[in-house]
């Protein structure tokens, strides 16, 4: 099993879809690193030999931010956002949708869940 930016990838996968198993790594990203390594995009992980594996594994520390230093780099934006208060910084600290969708109805998955009325207990009769 072929372990790259502490990621497991799948032994039965060609190597172009098993590539973006790793955060930061889509389809067309995952494509441009075989280009580089000249890496057959068909080959299956488990066909991989040492050596393509550690070119892969240099292409990716030196050119690319993948998996932790992505999702810092991400989480270190938010938070100047919510610091200057600007208007995505504000709807990151409300939990409300930042590109302009509409709230009125829909957006559940930004706002979660909504109780209805119907739902509240009604108080016994005496």
Excluded: C, F
């Excluded at 497991?8 to 879809?17: A, F, G, Y």
């Excluded at 050119?63 to 230093?69: C, L, R, S, T, V």
């Excluded at 934006?77 to 504000?90: A, F, T, V």
């Excluded at 209805?116 to 005496?126: D, L, R, S, V």
Aim: hydrophobic share 30%; proline share 2%.
């Amino acid at each position: 099993m072929a372990r790259i930016a502490g990621v497991d990838l799948p032994r039965n996968k060609r190597i172009e879809v098993a590539l973006t198993y790793i955060y930061g790594i889509g389809l067309t990203r995952s494509q441009e690193i075989l280009k580089e390594t000249h890496i057959n995009r068909d080959t299956k992980i488990i066909d991989l030999n040492d050596n393509e594996i550690v070119r892969l594994r240099t292409i990716l520390d030196k050119k690319y931010e993948i998996e932790g230093d992505l999702r810092r780099m991400e989480s270190i934006n938010i938070k100047r956002l919510m610091e200057i208060n600007s208007y995505k910084g504000k709807r990151h600290r409300l939990g409300l949708p930042l590109r302009g969708q509409r709230t009125r109805t829909n957006a559940r998955t930004r706002r979660g869940s909504k109780k209805t009325m119907a739902n509240k207990k009604k108080a016994p009769k005496k």
